[in-house]
């Protein structure tokens, strides 16, 4: 097996020309163009934007796809549900060879539908039905708190007690992120009680990558169920869902995958529950078997795959500017974006740890982080940040003293990297 490509030995240099050449030897650089930065009101020059981990930059080819539906709508109505070209009938259906391949699933183990949190709930339907025996649901902490709104009212609604089912292994004292042991042993210790373990790929506080083939397979040791948030993994690390066994996953679309604000999620659900169609759900006619959906019967009969697990007739628009990004992730393949995510954000690391007064709570280990870095400023943390952006840079403040930033692969180069560096630099001389 070959090594894998690890940022922490690379050769690099903290210099202008050092990074001017990486962009050049960068074989992904090209895609930069096929993206819109948004410009400083005064000088026009586009922000240095590391914030694809919180809404991914608009690709340029998303415009004529948001067209092409409005003229479509325009000239047919109604017809436009099953005739002409890309019927919206099977719009969502359509992009899931290319959602599979992101995210490392079949093609009927996935399909756009909804948003991040609703998904959730709908995923957790199905898959969380407590026992007095079995009832704990594993979560990271911190979590992003959708999700924790989202379990704990979920362990409520089937009259539980959060104190006692939800069960949160956070980083331990004066470390940042998680210790992998210690969420194998938090498994190990409610094995007879866990129903569910329910992780972010990525958690979006840290930016720590989970071992989720590993995490899955201790789940299942003991008898829970495995499923991930991946809103902070999806297009950003590389996925084996099918393959490493996972039992459901949900995403958002507007992150990494640039599907723009608020854009159609995902979900994920490995084929022997997705062809299951006596699993319970909360149904809706869009989960119904699409070759007699429309003789609008009384009964439900759900199509066997992840697909039975639509509720709604899904919103075309944002579809469309999915189906625009995800041609782009198609050209370039998880496996080539990874290698550049690594070398970029190595590169970041590696200048960041130049630098007085910051302290990086992001995993150094390639293996254990995708794109993004997470900081705490030591003093006057919110200061500094004002002042990044003052000189251009679009990151991500998190209270009470962390900032986060993504240089993400697709569109971001070395030489954003070096000036977001050389900008922090002055602005820890001017604040710290
Ligand atoms: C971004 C994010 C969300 C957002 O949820 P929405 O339902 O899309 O508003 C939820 N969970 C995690 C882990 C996220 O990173």
Not at 26 to 38: A, C, H, T, V
Not at 295 to 316: E, R
Not at 357 to 379: C, D, F, W
Request: glycine share 6%; hydrophobic share 40%.
């Amino acid at each position: 097996m070959q090594e894998p490509l690890r940022a922490e030995n690379y050769a690099y240099e903290a210099t202008l020309e050092y990074a001017l050449s990486a962009d050049q030897k960068d074989n992904l650089s090209s895609f930069r163009k096929e993206f819109l930065f948004p410009l400083q009101p005064d000088t026009q020059k586009p922000y240095l934007y590391f914030c694809g981990n919180s809404l991914g930059l608009q690709p340029k080819n998303a415009i004529a796809e948001v067209q092409s539906v409005m003229e479509k709508w325009a000239r047919e109505g109604v017809l436009g549900h099953h005739h002409g070209i890309n019927p919206w009938v099977d719009y969502a259906e359509q992009l899931s060879p290319q959602l599979a391949k992101v995210v490392g699933a079949l093609e009927h183990e996935v399909i756009a539908m909804n948003t991040l949190t609703v998904n959730l709930h709908l995923l957790l339907a199905t898959f969380y039905k407590p026992t007095p025996q079995r009832f704990k649901i594993l979560i990271e902490s911190p979590a992003f708190p959708s999700d924790r709104y989202a379990f704990v009212s979920q362990i409520q609604w089937h009259g539980y007690d959060p104190q006692q089912a939800l069960i949160e292994v956070a980083p331990r004292p004066n470390e940042f992120y998680i210790r992998e042991e210690d969420i194998y042993q938090a498994i190990e210790k409610n094995k007879d009680s866990l129903a569910l373990v329910l992780l972010g790929g990525v958690n979006y506080y840290t930016g720590q990558l989970f071992n989720i083939a590993e995490v899955t397979r201790k789940a299942h040791e003991v008898g829970a169920f495995a499923g991930f948030d991946l809103a902070h993994a999806v297009g950003n690390v590389p996925l084996s869902l099918h393959e490493w066994e996972v039992d459901f996953a949900a995403w958002c679309s507007y992150k990494y995958l640039n599907g723009g604000p608020g854009c159609i999620a995902g979900i994920y659900i490995h084929e022997r529950y997705a062809r299951n169609q006596l699993l319970n759900r909360l149904a809706g006619w869009w989960g119904h078997d699409s070759s007699t959906r429309f003789q609008m019967g009384p009964n439900f009969i759900p199509i066997s795959s992840a697909q039975g697990w639509q509720v709604s007739n899904p919103p075309i628009l944002p579809l469309a500017c999915l189906k625009a990004s995800l041609a782009i992730f198609d050209r370039i393949g998880m496996q080539a974006l990874r290698t550049k995510s690594i070398l970029l954000t190595g590169y970041l690391i590696f200048l960041l740890e130049k630098l007085p007064g910051i302290q990086i709570i992001t995993p150094y280990n390639s293996e254990q982080r995708g794109a993004q870095v997470s900081i705490h400023i030591r003093r006057d943390g919110k200061q500094l940040f004002d002042y990044l952006y003052q000189k251009g840079v679009i990151c991500d403040w998190r209270e009470p003293d962390s900032i986060r930033i993504a240089p993400t692969p697709l569109y971001n180069s070395y030489q954003d990297v070096f000036e977001f560096y050389t900008i922090l630099e002055e602005g820890i001389k001017v604040y710290s």
